[in-house]
């Protein structure tokens, strides 16, 4: 199941009660697409992937979106932002997988 909901957002829930969320900043083009965010079933942001990280490297950003959604989440594997490739760049926020 995919909507939009208040926030602007395209929301596709999994089943597990995760949902993957995507949109646009603000003055975007399109409907989603510029960023994906990966949420608990509370709506708590887990994971964060921005449009210059899958450019970067999109099979890595890709498999890890993949993998999450699937449920193959392990914390040691997340790293803060600082820590990540974008650490000095703008679009790095939350929290990323390497792997």
Request: one cysteine or more; hydrophobic letters at 35%.
């Amino acid at each position: 199941m995919s909507l939009l909901d208040k926030n602007g957002e395209v929301r596709v829930q999994l089943a597990d009660g995760w949902t993957l969320r995507s949109g646009v900043y603000e003055g975007g083009e399109l409907t989603s697409g510029e960023y994906v965010r990966l949420c608990d079933p509370n709506g708590a942001e887990y994971l964060y992937w921005d449009q210059e990280e899958w450019r970067a490297d999109p099979a890595l950003v890709m498999g890890a979106i993949i993998n999450a959604s699937a449920g193959l989440r392990n914390d040691k594997d997340r790293v803060e932002c600082g820590e990540c490739p974008l650490a000095d760049e703008s679009a790095c926020v939350g929290y990323h997988y390497e792997h």
